[in-house]
């Protein structure tokens, strides 16, 4: 009684610890899903721990970010990927077949599942409610492997949606309206659950969008209740069996709640540089823009498309602009193409681009030198775009098509009356581009799978690069200040992605050369000069996706420990996994009194770590500075350890 949804999908899935907010747990996940640009290390990983086949109920793997294959390292990993897939009882889906949340939500998510991913916006599964949770690929390899999962009991936010929206208003403005009122950290530590009447008016394709940006509060996920829309959904995809009803309980009692009536929103866009930046139309003007892409995988449902095509219809793009779309999956793709809506924006002038990630992770489209580009993805972060100085806004794909047309931010509510868009009552199904892993003959006998696997090759290429090497935490710390940046560092500063650094996702000691080069470039080459180091920053470090290359490049440059004001979630958890230290200031303000290159000492580090003392403290040159390093038992045992890989390896 008085649960929320999110307490009752992560009750019947606890495996250890206890039902209480803010302590850690671990739950058995039924679904892991992978993509190429993490999935490389997170199979490594799991090869690694030696486990002959994956003990999830489904574990898919997809091809959908490094697909711009310009060089021989992306297709040898999506190689390596499929042949994994094949050995170890994964779904492999192939490049083509399009973005692995789309693709999920469209063929594999089940309500009231749990899902974890290595890749931040996992939690589009929410919008069927999955229980549905970014992660490191070496959390994803141990799940694969029949281990838990580990989360701090969230604190659970209601959000109450009254009212519909008007024409031209939509899902996006929604998720754009929750991160002006919550900010880019606002969700750490809890998940945002929907409800009230406006849930009826929003089908699953808008949940979705709305649960995928919840990535960008730093929550740990996002959820809709499953009810008749999630049913519709799921049998127009052919698998209404699969369907179940859920929501909270009519008492369930919340941590927090918020409001929105979905009437009064209007039209919004995330300005420069950072997905909390919310304007509306009127307070950012008629601006000229230069260039649109419409996709990724927060808006490039079959409902976006056919909304953009509808307002392209008859039109020409402003010769000023470029305008790519990017449908989100084959499905989408092919029934655009048989309604007629795909020659609607070919003709428009539209570049039409592969189903995959491409200009959202910086593969391609990036605009021109300070150029403005609408971008209906879900980071603007500086740089990403692969043009240092472009402005990216993020908006609907209504906002982005109609303003795609006039040259200029367009409120797309100028457009009138909206016609009624409904999904179909039957999606094309065609599951040819997705590979069933191979069975062996007697999947019950655990030597018949052992020698199945490995009579399966695993093809590899000469750019993927083992794990880099750990060691168990040393019995002192002692290391300089290798580098010392603000608040809100992204994963996008750490480890930036692109066409130039994406293809090195496999080969650590490569990719370690341009980590932290946005912020400066002098770094990797000190690090490796001074041997062990230690980095400072300020508040929600880490912030953005999920790739654990931004633990696993410091650690190979010898970064032992990360002191700052406050971690976004997987982030840290990416460290611990790492085997680096995280360390946060009791008072924010000892921050201003560490500066490059000073040198810290911890004393009798192991030793503190191995009694469970949280409170240390820290000494730089004369000064005496208080720090918290809060592990729990597992945590601990895992930085002891040297990391979660040396850690899962002793106990299986
Ligand atoms: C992203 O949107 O930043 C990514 C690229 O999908 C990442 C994963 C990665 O870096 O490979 C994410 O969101 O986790
Ligand atoms: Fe791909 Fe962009 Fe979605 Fe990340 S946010 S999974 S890069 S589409």
């Given at each position: 009684m008085n649960k929320t949804l999110t307490e009752k999908i992560l009750d019947a899935h606890i495996v250890d610890g206890k039902a209480e907010k803010g302590s850690e747990i671990g739950i058995r996940i039924d679904q892991t899903l992978t993509q190429d640009a993490t999935g490389t290390m997170a199979y490594l990983e799991y090869e690694a721990i030696g486990i002959p086949r994956v003990k999830t109920e489904r574990s898919v793997a997809y091809i959908d970010h490094n697909t711009l294959q310009n060089g021989f390292e992306n297709a040898d990993d999506h190689r390596f990927i499929g042949s994994v897939a094949k050995k170890y009882g994964i779904y492999y889906s192939r490049p083509g077949n399009g973005i692995c949340h789309q693709v999920h939500l469209e063929r594999f998510g089940i309500p009231g599942k749990t899902l974890i991913g290595s890749d931040s916006h996992t939690p589009t599964g929410g919008g069927l409610g999955m229980l549905a949770i970014g992660a490191g690929g070496l959390d994803v390899a141990v799940a694969m492997g029949g281990g838990a999962y580990y989360i701090t009991y969230p604190k659970v936010v209601k959000v109450e949606l009254k009212g519909k929206l008007n024409d031209w208003v939509s899902a996006k403005d929604i998720i754009l309206e929750v991160l002006r009122r919550m900010t880019v950290k606002g969700g750490v530590g809890k998940v945002i659950e929907y409800t009230g009447e406006g849930v009826k008016t929003l089908s699953v394709p808008e949940r979705a969008t709305i649960t995928n940006m919840g990535a960008e509060l730093g929550a740990t996920t996002s959820i809709f209740p499953s009810d008749e829309i999630t049913r519709e959904f799921l049998a127009a995809q052919g698998r209404e069996q699969q369907w179940v009803p859920l929501a909270a309980d009519e008492d369930a009692v919340y941590d927090e709640e918020i409001s929105i009536n979905l009437r009064n929103l209007v039209p919004l866009a995330a300005c420069p540089?950072?997905?909390?930046?919310v304007k509306t139309m009127d307070e950012i003007g008629e601006i000229k823009i230069d260039q649109v892409c419409i996709g990724s995988c927060t808006n490039s449902s079959l409902l976006d498309m056919l909304k953009v095509a509808h307002i392209l219809k008859g039109k020409t793009v402003h010769p000023d602009v470029s305008l790519s779309i990017a449908p989100g999956s084959k499905q989408v793709l092919t029934m655009l193409s048989k309604c007629g809506a795909l020659d609607t924006m070919i003709d428009a002038g539209a570049r039409i681009l592969e189903s995959a990630c491409g200009p959202c992770i910086g593969m391609g489209q990036s605009p021109n030198s300070g150029g403005i580009s609408l971008r209906t993805f879900n980071r603007n972060f500086e740089g990403r775009s692969g043009t240092k100085d472009g402005q990216i806004y993020l908006v609907s794909p209504e906002t982005a098509a109609v303003s795609a047309i006039t040259g200029v931010f367009t409120d797309p509510r100028t457009l009138g009356e909206m016609p009624k868009f409904e999904l179909p009552e039957k999606f094309d199904v065609n599951d040819n581009m997705i590979t069933a892993p191979a069975v062996p003959k007697n999947q019950e006998n655990p030597e018949s799978i052992a020698e199945f696997a490995e009579d399966v090759e695993i093809l590899r290429g000469p750019n993927i690069k083992p794990f880099p090497k750990t060691t168990p935490l040393a019995e002192n710390l002692q290391a300089k200040v290798s580098l010392k940046v603000g608040n809100n560092i992204t994963t996008d500063h750490i480890m930036p992605a692109g066409a130039k650094i994406l293809p090195l996702r496999s080969n650590i000691p490569a990719i370690s050369e341009h980590c932290f080069t946005a912020c400066d470039t002098e770094f990797p080459k000190r690090a490796k000069e001074l041997g062990s180091s230690v980095i400072v920053g300020g508040a929600n470090y880490g912030q953005g996706s999920s790739r654990e290359h931004a633990a696993l490049a410091p650690l190979y440059l010898g970064v032992k420990a990360v002191l700052v004001k406050s971690f976004a979630r997987i982030h840290r958890a990416n460290l611990i996994n790492a085997g680096i230290l995280p360390l946060t200031f009791v008072n924010e303000t000892d921050y201003d009194k560490i500066s490059l290159l000073d040198e810290i000492s911890l004393d009798n580090l192991r030793e503190k770590i191995q009694k469970g003392e949280s409170e240390l403290t820290l000494k730089v040159g004369n000064e005496e500075i208080k720090v918290l390093c809060e592990l729990t038992g597992r945590t601990k045992d895992i930085i002891l350890a040297g990391g979660l890989l040396d850690y899962t390896r002793a106990k299986v």
């Amino acid at each position: 009684m008085n649960k929320t949804l999110t307490e009752k999908i992560l009750d019947a899935h606890i495996v250890d610890g206890k039902a209480e907010k803010g302590s850690e747990i671990g739950i058995r996940i039924d679904q892991t899903l992978t993509q190429d640009a993490t999935g490389t290390m997170a199979y490594l990983e799991y090869e690694a721990i030696g486990i002959p086949r994956v003990k999830t109920e489904r574990s898919v793997a997809y091809i959908d970010h490094n697909t711009l294959q310009n060089g021989f390292e992306n297709a040898d990993d999506h190689r390596f990927i499929g042949s994994v897939a094949k050995k170890y009882g994964i779904y492999y889906s192939r490049p083509g077949n399009g973005i692995c949340h789309q693709v999920h939500l469209e063929r594999f998510g089940i309500p009231g599942k749990t899902l974890i991913g290595s890749d931040s916006h996992t939690p589009t599964g929410g919008g069927l409610g999955m229980l549905a949770i970014g992660a490191g690929g070496l959390d994803v390899a141990v799940a694969m492997g029949g281990g838990a999962y580990y989360i701090t009991y969230p604190k659970v936010v209601k959000v109450e949606l009254k009212g519909k929206l008007n024409d031209w208003v939509s899902a996006k403005d929604i998720i754009l309206e929750v991160l002006r009122r919550m900010t880019v950290k606002g969700g750490v530590g809890k998940v945002i659950e929907y409800t009230g009447e406006g849930v009826k008016t929003l089908s699953v394709p808008e949940r979705a969008t709305i649960t995928n940006m919840g990535a960008e509060l730093g929550a740990t996920t996002s959820i809709f209740p499953s009810d008749e829309i999630t049913r519709e959904f799921l049998a127009a995809q052919g698998r209404e069996q699969q369907w179940v009803p859920l929501a909270a309980d009519e008492d369930a009692v919340y941590d927090e709640e918020i409001s929105i009536n979905l009437r009064n929103l209007v039209p919004l866009a995330a300005c420069p540089h950072s997905p909390d930046n919310v304007k509306t139309m009127d307070e950012i003007g008629e601006i000229k823009i230069d260039q649109v892409c419409i996709g990724s995988c927060t808006n490039s449902s079959l409902l976006d498309m056919l909304k953009v095509a509808h307002i392209l219809k008859g039109k020409t793009v402003h010769p000023d602009v470029s305008l790519s779309i990017a449908p989100g999956s084959k499905q989408v793709l092919t029934m655009l193409s048989k309604c007629g809506a795909l020659d609607t924006m070919i003709d428009a002038g539209a570049r039409i681009l592969e189903s995959a990630c491409g200009p959202c992770i910086g593969m391609g489209q990036s605009p021109n030198s300070g150029g403005i580009s609408l971008r209906t993805f879900n980071r603007n972060f500086e740089g990403r775009s692969g043009t240092k100085d472009g402005q990216i806004y993020l908006v609907s794909p209504e906002t982005a098509a109609v303003s795609a047309i006039t040259g200029v931010f367009t409120d797309p509510r100028t457009l009138g009356e909206m016609p009624k868009f409904e999904l179909p009552e039957k999606f094309d199904v065609n599951d040819n581009m997705i590979t069933a892993p191979a069975v062996p003959k007697n999947q019950e006998n655990p030597e018949s799978i052992a020698e199945f696997a490995e009579d399966v090759e695993i093809l590899r290429g000469p750019n993927i690069k083992p794990f880099p090497k750990t060691t168990p935490l040393a019995e002192n710390l002692q290391a300089k200040v290798s580098l010392k940046v603000g608040n809100n560092i992204t994963t996008d500063h750490i480890m930036p992605a692109g066409a130039k650094i994406l293809p090195l996702r496999s080969n650590i000691p490569a990719i370690s050369e341009h980590c932290f080069t946005a912020c400066d470039t002098e770094f990797p080459k000190r690090a490796k000069e001074l041997g062990s180091s230690v980095i400072v920053g300020g508040a929600n470090y880490g912030q953005g996706s999920s790739r654990e290359h931004a633990a696993l490049a410091p650690l190979y440059l010898g970064v032992k420990a990360v002191l700052v004001k406050s971690f976004a979630r997987i982030h840290r958890a990416n460290l611990i996994n790492a085997g680096i230290l995280p360390l946060t200031f009791v008072n924010e303000t000892d921050y201003d009194k560490i500066s490059l290159l000073d040198e810290i000492s911890l004393d009798n580090l192991r030793e503190k770590i191995q009694k469970g003392e949280s409170e240390l403290t820290l000494k730089v040159g004369n000064e005496e500075i208080k720090v918290l390093c809060e592990l729990t038992g597992r945590t601990k045992d895992i930085i002891l350890a040297g990391g979660l890989l040396d850690y899962t390896r002793a106990k299986v």
